[in-house]
């Protein structure tokens, strides 16, 4: 019977686990290159064994949107923008930049963009543009280069949150030639219909969970008083 138990409170701790997951990604859904998040399992049957169960990050792409904003950058395909965030650096497909006082591109949390080879991209032209390539202009004159780079494989990619991520240096590889959109932004890959699914099938395997434990806590109380009266 402890078995039972066992299962129905490993099931209440997924629900759980997905209604808080659904309620991040729902809270994202208007965060420019946020990525969905979801619970994954290794395990055949994660029922019994809810400490299996792994956060997994949906890489599909979100849709592009225009904004005509020149340093709002956006990737059509594989790969994420190299960011310094203080000493160290991480990847991300938000690409709302800002030219700050010392002419580095930075993100929305001041995260600089950096420069294919290394280096904090600078721009000295607030005129400058970004090719599809990735190379900055100053007018028809080269000043850098956006590094864009993407993960050897799939286990190299940690997400930090949803929209920003951590790679090994060993892992980085650089996209010699990515496609940048220069004056649009990649929306958040979330549909609010899938995740209001999936945030009731998780209520309704909590309310199982329950049931099941409410189940077990009847019988229990069956057999004691059963054992009790044939004692007497």
Known sequence: MSGLVDAAAAMMRMSSQRIDNAALNVANVSTPGYKRQVRSSAA???????????????????????????????????????????????????GAFTLDRDGHLASPQGYILQQRGGGDLTIDARAATVSADGTVLDGTRPIGRVAVVRARGADD??????????????????????????????????????????????MRSAETGARLIQVYDELLGKAITAFGQAAR
């Open 44 to 94: 055949a049957n994660e029922l019994f064994d809810a400490t299996l169960a792994r956060m997994r990050v949906d890489l599909r792409d979100g849709k592009l949107t225009e904004t005509s904003r020149p340093f709002d950058l956006a990737i059509s395909g594989d790969g994420f923008f190299a960011l310094r965030a203080g000493e160290r650096i991480v990847y991300s497909r938000q």
């Open 157 to 202: 990619l940690v997400a930090i949150d949803g929209g920003v991520f951590a790679i090994a240096e060993e892992a980085a590889e650089t996209i010699d030639t990515p496609l940048v959109r220069a004056g649009a932004l990649e929306a958040s890959n979330v549909s609010l219909g899938d995740e209001m699914v999936g945030m009731m099938g998780a």
